[in-house]
């Protein structure tokens, strides 16, 4: 307990030195955006790959892919049923879905990243 305070301390104070100097500080956003994790029924797309890689969902429901990287990415399932076409940089695209499966798909842009939505 006592280390995971001590830790969130190092975390603060290391935000600070990075952040603390700047004279423009953007407050747009929480300062602690960058270190949260995407909601359930979300994917961020970030550091080159799609976050979380696998997530299993109840059918009916709408899965939202959000870019976090600074390039383009794609969301592209790969028999068909769903393709994001370019999702620029704080894009974000939406898909529902309304069958049961299990959907692999990757970034046409970056073949590595691949990810799997499993809907039952
Ligand atoms: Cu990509």
Avoid at 12 to 18: K, Q, S
């Amino acid at each position: 307990m006592k280390n995971k305070i001590q830790m969130a301390f190092l975390i603060v104070a290391l935000l600070l030195a990075a952040f603390g100097c700047k004279k423009q500080q953007d407050y747009t956003q929480p300062l602690l955006s960058s270190s949260s994790s995407p909601g359930s029924n979300e994917v961020w797309i970030q550091n080159m790959a799609f976050n979380p890689s696998s997530i299993t969902v109840s059918v009916n429901t709408t899965i939202q892919w959000t870019n976090k990287d600074a390039v383009t990415h794609t969301a592209t399932s790969n028999n068909g049923v769903f393709d994001s076409g370019s999702i620029n940089d704080g894009g974000v695209y939406s898909y529902h879905f309304t069958t049961p499966g299990t959907y692999a798909y990757h970034c046409t842009l970056h073949p590595h990243m691949t990810a799997t939505i499993v809907v039952h």
